[in-house]
């Protein structure tokens, strides 16, 4: 049985993410490149490039696992395993905003009614769907959900490259500009 991709529009990975996190930050170019399967887009600017290895450890991690239901061990196993990038922007109101892709464990591009299902199933309010046509088609969503710190905005990206089902999420909570960050996502999108 195919299982559901974790989607790290986890709270997981913005909400306990603050000041510290310019220790850890790397640099990069201002494109996002990911080579396998391929998928490239610009960066906005003042966003860097990220590693997520150690937040895995963190309380934060522990209530998004909670939240969609896994156990902490399974939930890192699934961010280790589908993650491909990350990126993270400027601060907002004291967090910082994310872009993160992933593998979709997805071989055609799902429908906008089967991705309010799975977001639905991870506890997310879905407050719309739509296709676009840009790097091919993809299908955005948008949603958001409670946690401590307030109200986590994410959109999903969802697209195919080369065969393979790619998610690019963008997050932020309580603040951010997750709409400015998708268009320019969409806008530069590549598949080769």
Excluded: C, N
């Excluded at 887009?41 to 309380?59: I, K, N, V």
């Excluded at 961010?79 to 400027?90: D, E, K, N």
């Amino acid at each position: 049985m195919r299982q559901a991709p974790v989607l790290v529009v986890l709270v997981a990975l913005l909400v306990g993410v603050s000041g510290g996190l310019g220790l850890r930050a790397a640099r990069a170019p201002h494109e996002l490149v990911v080579a396998d399967p391929p998928v490239r887009f610009e960066l906005p600017a003042g966003w860097h490039r990220y590693d997520r290895s150690g937040d895995l450890g963190e309380p934060y991690v522990r209530e998004a696992a909670a939240r969609q239901g896994f156990t902490m061990q399974d939930y890192v196993a699934k961010i280790r395993a589908s993650t491909l990038a990350t990126a993270v922007g400027p601060a907002s109101e004291g967090r910082y905003q994310s872009i993160d892709v992933q593998k979709g464990g997805f071989s055609r591009l799902p429908t906008t009614q089967e991705i309010t299902s799975q977001m639905t199933r991870l506890a997310m309010e879905v407050d719309s769907t739509h296709s676009v046509s840009t790097a091919g088609e993809v299908v955005v969503a948008q949603a958001h959900y409670p946690v401590a710190e307030g109200r986590a905005e994410t959109e999903v990206i969802h697209l195919l490259t080369h065969g393979e089902g790619v998610m690019i999420t963008v997050s932020a909570v309580g603040g951010g500009d997750v709409e400015a960050v998708v268009a320019q996502v969409l806008a530069t999108l590549r598949t080769t």
